[in-house]
């Protein structure tokens, strides 16, 4: 969750907004949508809320979020879930 009164300097919203887009491109074309966008997108939020400035990690964080969040998991098997 991101904190009330958070607020982000015009360089980091810059950075966001690229690990977001990076973030998308690494999805298969029929998982990029605005949901899945806003999932991913509320992470970076939530990660740079609390002082992560690495747009690795934060690319890492949003996706790992996605992967466990039902809008993307769902057609997974148990299997690979696993691994």
Not at 48 to 75: I, Q
Request: proline share 7%.
């Amino acid at each position: 969750m991101i904190p009330k009164g958070a607020v982000f300097s015009p360089e980091l919203i810059d950075l966001m907004k690229s690990v977001l887009e990076e973030a998308t491109a690494t999805l298969p074309e029929p998982k990029r949508t605005s949901t899945v966008k806003a999932e991913l997108a509320s992470e970076i939020l939530a990660c740079a809320a609390r002082g992560e400035r690495d747009p690795v990690a934060l690319k890492t964080a949003a996706l790992l979020a996605l992967v466990e969040c039902s809008h993307y998991s769902h057609d997974i098997s148990p299997q690979r879930r696993a691994v």
